[in-house]
């Protein structure tokens, strides 16, 4: 079955950069949109930032100008640049695709998370 797998998690200073990727695998026939969410400690699961198969990225306010989503559909992938973190940005990073595999219809998948913590 479909499965999104991320990467590129740790721990980094403040006003450092890190980069997450997600790849996803399995019996693919589209993949409609590709998301990052992130939860924090005490808080909800909220979105960071989207893009559509036409490559238009939407990102929330917090980390507009920090933030870069891109996707590679030719390998089923997402990847979120994370420039000038801050220690705000500290969460676990879900990587989520709304992907249509063969002969089924399409859902929305999610990665398992990954860490990013930012120290001060």
């Known amino acids: 079955q479909v499965r999104l797998v991320e990467s590129g998690g740790g721990l980094v200073q403040a006003g450092g950069s890190l980069r997450l990727s997600c790849a996803a695998s399995?019996?693919?026939?589209?993949?409609?949109?590709m998301a990052w969410y992130r939860q924090a400690p005490g808080k909800l699961r909220d979105l960071v930032a989207s893009?559509?198969?036409?490559?238009?990225?939407t990102y929330v306010d917090s980390v507009k100008g920090r933030f870069t989503i891109s996707r590679d559909g030719a390998n089923n992938s997402v990847f979120l640049q994370m420039d000038s973190v801050k220690p705000e940005d500290t969460a676990v990073y879900y990587c989520q695709m709304n992907i249509m595999p063969n002969g089924l219809s399409p859902d929305d998948y999610w990665g398992q998370g990954i860490q990013v913590t930012v120290s001060s």
């Open positions: 893009i559509f198969r036409d490559d238009t990225p």
């Open positions: 399995g019996d693919i026939f589209r993949i409609k949109t």
